[in-house]
């Protein structure tokens, strides 16, 4: 083999001009017993149809698989070998059986590093002469390209997470993730999905076993710090493959809607699919069927919050003074609360707002929240007791959530939170004191569908019809008239009802 490539860049060789090209090798950051992808470009591609080159890596650091970037054609061929592996050098070699050149920029090789538990930061060289580095046009003319120190290996503590050209991902572990001061990745729970699409929250550390959907600045692979966390949980509707090997996912027969993150977005799948190695996908409940009826009359006591669970739709929209939420997380004994606009009949809800009577519209909504609280959706008081089952319950006192010590009642209508009893301080069940959890107000953000009739991407087909008076949404689906703030589409544009 090393032969061969000694053969070939020969061949590449037949007139060398001696103005410098451009061969760009990025940093990449590997976790120890990680891989991650180091990118390679090559200047001018459209003008190269062929291109060799040498990396010096650091120790402890090897090449798992190589793979061509960006556009190329059918007869292109990428070949790497190890050819000194004393000093850890590899030659990379690319090129077309039909002379074809590189197509666009961007244009080179995708490079799998892996490291063992020993490596260190280090520099990548282009290593050895100028004649081994070289890129080279359709008419056999190479263009060398200096050695040198060239990127850097950093060697970081942690978990690699992988980002394609989507820049998404999701991800699930067995350690505790800490992505507070993570520059190139953000980490979301997925907390609900109503008309308009999916909704996510930002979180910043993530305990074990949790699957989170992952945003990128650019594709690559990352570091993500480990930490440790011993109270805190959150709720979402991803599902996580916690193992090395795909799994079969199979929703046939099932009433809940499942969706994998595509390549434009989480997209609705109805029969078997594998969902891979430490990956996620989306298991709600269906939404539930619109069920509006008379506006709701809220009372808001002196301690500025209540709980509510309506056996109507509802819509907090117009609501200047009043702010509903769902509770997702817990954390050292803060609660991640997170505010909804509009809610299904049903859905156990926090209040906050000044002292007051108000009133509440009911429109006809269709939405899922992921949820800790739980909800008397009835016209009588129920009985709740300290624990149930593995959960530690709390009600919506005069200081906030408080622990209940004894048997107490919910009115009617009414919501209380359930922690996991592993998760909750053993003071906040013991005695008559209360227990406030603070509160932490995660910001909301959506994430478009892709694939059927429930894609936001039928946006772009709506937009160019001119001449059209009708309403949409941002699922593509005609309505009548707008019923609340928000973007949609008339007349072939996009228009902000406020």
Same mark, same amino acid.
């Given at each position: 083999m090393k032969k061969l490539f000694t053969m070939m860049a020969v061949s590449l060789c037949g007139a060398m001009a001696y103005a410098q090209s451009a061969i760009s090798v990025k940093d990449v950051t590997l976790t120890k017993g990680g891989t991650g992808q180091m990118e390679v470009t090559i200047d001018k591609p459209t003008s190269n149809t062929a291109f060799q080159f040498d990396l010096k890596l650091p120790a402890? #650091?090897? #090449?798992?698989?190589?793979?061509?970037?960006?556009?190329?054609?059918?007869?292109?061929?990428?070949?790497?070998?190890?050819?000194?592996?004393?000093?850890? /050098? $590899?030659?990379?070699? &690319?090129?077309?059986?039909?002379?074809a050149t590189l197509t666009s920029d961007g244009d080179g090789v995708l490079i799998t590093l892996e490291a063992e538990n020993e490596a260190e930061t280090g520099k990548v060289s282009l290593n050895g002469t100028e004649d081994q580095n070289l890129v080279v046009d359709p008419e056999g003319t190479s263009t060398k390209q200096a050695g040198g120190d060239v990127a850097t290996v950093t060697i970081a503590e942690g978990v690699s997470i992988t980002i394609g050209d989507s820049k998404a991902t999701t991800f699930i572990c067995d350690k505790d993730l800490d992505f507070t001061d993570n520059k190139d990745l953000t980490a979301y729970l997925v907390t609900g999905i109503d008309e308009d699409g999916i909704w996510s929250a930002r979180i910043s550390q993530v305990p074990a076993g949790t699957p989170i959907y992952v945003k990128g600045n650019e594709a690559?692979?990352?570091? #993500?710090?480990?930490?440790?966390?011993?109270?805190?949980?959150f709720k979402s509707f991803l599902i996580g493959n916690n193992t090395d090997e795909a799994i079969s996912v199979d929703p046939t027969g099932s009433e809940d809607k499942f969706y994998f993150l595509g390549t434009k977005g989480f997209t609705p799948f109805t029969s078997a699919r594998n %969902?891979? +190695?430490?990956?996620?996908? /989306?298991?709600? +409940?269906?939404?539930?069927?619109a069920k509006a009826g008379t506006d709701w009359a809220l009372s %808001?006591?002196?301690?500025?919050?209540?709980?509510?669970? +309506?056996?109507?739709?509802?819509?907090?929209?117009?609501?200047? &003074?009043?702010?509903? $939420?769902? #509770? /997702?997380?817990?954390?050292?004994?803060?609660?991640? !609360?997170?505010?909804?606009?509009?809610v299904s009949a049903g859905t156990p809800l926090y209040i906050k707002g000044p002292q007051g009577d108000y009133t509440i519209k009911s429109a006809a909504v269709q939405a899922n929240y992921a949820n800790m609280m739980v909800g008397n959706n009835t016209d009588e008081a129920i009985t709740i007791q300290p624990t149930d089952g593995l959960y530690s319950n709390f009600y919506v006192g005069s200081k906030g959530f408080t622990p209940v010590t004894k048997a107490r009642t919910?009115?009617?209508?009414?919501? $209380?939170?359930? !922690?996991?009893? &592993? $998760?909750?301080?053993?003071?906040?069940?013991?005695?008559?004191?209360? %227990?406030v959890l603070n509160e932490k107000v995660a910001e909301l953000s959506r994430i478009l569908f892709d694939g059927d009739e429930e894609s936001a991407t039928g946006i772009s087909r709506i937009a160019a019809e001119s001449g059209n008076d009708a309403w949409y949404n941002l699922r593509g689906q005609r309505i009548s008239t707008p019923t609340r703030k928000g973007l949609y589409i008339k007349n072939g544009k996009k228009v902000v009802v406020k």
């Amino acid at each position: 083999m090393k032969k061969l490539f000694t053969m070939m860049a020969v061949s590449l060789c037949g007139a060398m001009a001696y103005a410098q090209s451009a061969i760009s090798v990025k940093d990449v950051t590997l976790t120890k017993g990680g891989t991650g992808q180091m990118e390679v470009t090559i200047d001018k591609p459209t003008s190269n149809t062929a291109f060799q080159f040498d990396l010096k890596l650091p120790a402890k #650091v090897s #090449v798992k698989s190589a793979g061509m970037k960006g556009s190329y054609g059918a007869g292109r061929e990428l070949k790497f070998q190890q050819v000194d592996p004393s000093n850890n /050098i $590899y030659r990379f070699l &690319s090129y077309d059986n039909e002379n074809a050149t590189l197509t666009s920029d961007g244009d080179g090789v995708l490079i799998t590093l892996e490291a063992e538990n020993e490596a260190e930061t280090g520099k990548v060289s282009l290593n050895g002469t100028e004649d081994q580095n070289l890129v080279v046009d359709p008419e056999g003319t190479s263009t060398k390209q200096a050695g040198g120190d060239v990127a850097t290996v950093t060697i970081a503590e942690g978990v690699s997470i992988t980002i394609g050209d989507s820049k998404a991902t999701t991800f699930i572990c067995d350690k505790d993730l800490d992505f507070t001061d993570n520059k190139d990745l953000t980490a979301y729970l997925v907390t609900g999905i109503d008309e308009d699409g999916i909704w996510s929250a930002r979180i910043s550390q993530v305990p074990a076993g949790t699957p989170i959907y992952v945003k990128g600045n650019e594709a690559g692979t990352f570091a #993500v710090a480990t930490t440790t966390l011993t109270k805190t949980y959150f709720k979402s509707f991803l599902i996580g493959n916690n193992t090395d090997e795909a799994i079969s996912v199979d929703p046939t027969g099932s009433e809940d809607k499942f969706y994998f993150l595509g390549t434009k977005g989480f997209t609705p799948f109805t029969s078997a699919r594998n %969902i891979g +190695a430490h990956k996620a996908y /989306i298991r709600v +409940a269906a939404l539930p069927a619109a069920k509006a009826g008379t506006d709701w009359a809220l009372s %808001i006591g002196e301690a500025n919050q209540t709980s509510l669970c +309506a056996n109507v739709d509802l819509d907090f929209t117009d609501q200047k &003074s009043v702010t509903a $939420y769902t #509770v /997702i997380g817990y954390e050292n004994g803060s609660l991640w !609360i997170t505010p909804v606009k509009r809610v299904s009949a049903g859905t156990p809800l926090y209040i906050k707002g000044p002292q007051g009577d108000y009133t509440i519209k009911s429109a006809a909504v269709q939405a899922n929240y992921a949820n800790m609280m739980v909800g008397n959706n009835t016209d009588e008081a129920i009985t709740i007791q300290p624990t149930d089952g593995l959960y530690s319950n709390f009600y919506v006192g005069s200081k906030g959530f408080t622990p209940v010590t004894k048997a107490r009642t919910t009115g009617a209508h009414k919501a $209380y939170l359930q !922690i996991l009893t &592993s $998760y909750t301080a053993k003071a906040s069940v013991r005695g008559s004191e209360d %227990i406030v959890l603070n509160e932490k107000v995660a910001e909301l953000s959506r994430i478009l569908f892709d694939g059927d009739e429930e894609s936001a991407t039928g946006i772009s087909r709506i937009a160019a019809e001119s001449g059209n008076d009708a309403w949409y949404n941002l699922r593509g689906q005609r309505i009548s008239t707008p019923t609340r703030k928000g973007l949609y589409i008339k007349n072939g544009k996009k228009v902000v009802v406020k």
